[in-house]
Every structure is written in C-alpha cells, then in structure tokens.
C-alpha cells in the first residue's frame, strides 16, 4: 500500500490472509479454504502471483531515491547528475630493473608478486651500461587487487639470470567496478555541491576519477607554514587511489585560478588557451602495512577457498576504513562471520608491526591508508 509514510509491500502470508477474509465474506464463513481445499489452492495461487507484483511495484518505488535505488536505476538516477558507474580499471606499474648490461627484456615478458597478481611489459627495455632500466607494465586483469605497495612485484614468471632484480614503484590506479554504495555517495557528494574551489567541491571532482576511495583536503588561510609544512596560503590534497593523470585533472578543473596546490607529485596541465605552465600538485595517501593475524576453527562448512575469503574479508573492511582513520579489531570479526561459511571461532590480533600485535584498535596516521600484504596477513585455521 502507499500512504503517506510511503510504500509498504504486504508479505505473501498478509495477502492469503485478505484474500481468504475476502472469499468468506463473498461464498460464506463454512466456505473451505484450508491449504489443501479447492478454494484454498486458489486462494494461494493467487496470493503468489499478487506477491510477484507486489515485489515489481516495491522495485520500481525504490528505484526513485539514491538510498535505495541499485543497478540500472541507480545509473539513470546518477546520469541525472551527470555521473556515471566507473568501470572496473587495469592497473599500471612502473617496473624497475637491474641486470646485465645491454640484455633486452622482451615486450609481454610477465611479472608477479608474492600472490601470484601478474604485469605484463609494455614495451622492449634495454638495460643501460649501468645494468639499469624501466619500463609500464600492465596488470593482466582488471581490479583493485592489482593495486600493490611499492617492490611487491618483483618475481619473474619466467626466470633469467640477466634480470638481477625487479622491483615497482606503489600501484594505486587498479579499481573494481564501482558498486551501488560507492556510486550513491557519489551521487550525495555531487548533489551537496557542484566542483567549484571550495573544499568540498575539491573533493567532489577528485571523488569522481576511477579508483579513488577517499580524499582529504588541507587549506592553510594563514600567513604562516602550518603544522602540516604546507606554505600560506595554499592547498594540500591527500588522495587514495587512482590515475596521477586524471587526479590532477580533476584538481585543475576544480582549484580557483591564483590558488596554489602543493605536494611531491607536480603535473603540468595545459588550460584552454593552450598554455602549459600550470602546475597542480598533491599527494597520494601513505601506505601503512597492517599486520594481522587470525586464527579460525572451522568446521565441515568451511571451504577449500576459505582462508582466502577471510583475506578478502579483511581487505573489504579495510576499504571503508578513511584515511587517516581508526582500524577497529572488532570489525574484523562481523566481515569474517558474515562473508566465511564454517568458521565456529576466530581470533583476531593487528598492528602496524609484528611486535604490536593486540587485540586492540590502531589508529592510523592523518594521511595514511591501512593495506595489507601477503608477508602481513597470517590466516591459521585447524586442519
């Protein structure tokens, strides 16, 4: 029913129940409609199908409000605002090499790390005389999994002794494919304000580049250096994930003219009038290796892939945890209950080096972001 506290869909239950009041009230109250009775049969099957309906007209209700819209409908509501659903995104590395001098590492020659994620090279490098050399290497699948800290990629999928070492700088441009929720705070943040030079506005721009999870925003108004080092009167945006590129577009197309940007990644962006001395500059987020280590019992429920879904489970969490946030222990224990069949115990211990595991919160440094890594997470259960 809609009233004025909106839609309300009756259960399957509620409508044999009106529909069996309704039959008696027509046929008369020594009319048979238990389960089995003609009438009865008839009286659910119809019920059945109402429910159908009522299932149809509860979607396309919802499918109005950002809250609660999902899918299709929550992409037409966002196109509304000009946005659209970001896809999922490759990741790309910048491999660094050392070997013998002048050896040739082949375009598409594969790379991994720890967890078996693989790169492929994008193109031939040439170790220089000094046994040096880099080169892009792209992820070979899509997703945010690719997104590894700096040096994680440094195994060869197929070994020769002229490449000495591999290592990479931090990956921060893999992305999932945006979900309802991410999507619908995008939504929320666009509608509060359009991109413009204010802070929110800032955040809003950069929140829309592919991959980017969280951003942070630090004005100094005064005439002095504040305590974060930032020089007067400037901008220092912090941000976690995404394309250095289209961050810094997103900044230059959001920061007032004559406001000046700071931080160790500068780009030079050229305006409409074609000149190309503009510098926009930021900072991604700092990575902090999050040491965790579980203990499960399990029981006959648990599936073979299972200490890799309490990984998954823990790195899910992690994701909505906000730079410069408090990573909380008793979290972990929900993401794991809720997402790992068989689990009848577990025991959860974090911190930012192995010699601080607790069973305690960890906060995380004012730009910083928690990630974890293969070395780091420890998930034991008792087969």
Known sequence: MLDDNGFTRPSQSELVSNLTAKWLELFGSDSDTSEHSVAGVFIRLLAYFLNLLYQLAEVVYNSQFISTATGVSLERLASNYGLYRNPATQAIAELNFTGTPGFVIQAGALFKTADG????????????SAGTGSEYAYAVDTGAQYNVAQDAIKYQVEPTSDI??????????????????????????????????P????????????????????????????????P???????????????????????????????????KKMTDSAGFSGNIIAF????????????SA?????????????????????LSTVPMGGIVRFSYLYKYIYDNVNGIDVATVIIGLSEAELAAKDVQLAQFAVAITSAESMVVTTNE
């Open 199 to 230: 802070e929110n506005g800032i955040i809003s721009a950069v929140m829309a580049v592919p991959s980017v999870k969280t951003v942070q925003v630090v004005q100094n108004n005064t005439m002095e250096v504040d305590q974060y080092n930032n």
């Open 297 to 317: 019992t399990t029981n006959l429920n648990f599936e073979t892939t299972g200490v890799q879904q309490i990984r998954d489970a823990v790195n899910s969490y």
């Open 232 to 266: 007067p009167k400037t901008i220092h945006v912090y941000v976690d994930g995404g394309d250095e590129t289209k961050v810094a577009d997103a900044l230059f197309n959001s920061v007032s003219a004559g406001v000046q940007t700071v931080g160790t990644i500068q």
């Open 117 to 128: 994620l693989q790169f492929q090279l994008a193109a031939n490098v040439i170790l220089s």
């Open 164 to 197: 000495f070492t591999v290592g990479n700088k931090a990956v921060n441009n893999g992305a999932d494919p945006e979900t309802d929720k991410e999507l619908a705070n995008r939504i929320r943040i666009a509608n509060d304000t359009r991109p413009s030079s």
């Open 283 to 294: 900072d991604f987020a700092q990575k902090d290796t999050l040491f965790v280590n579980i």
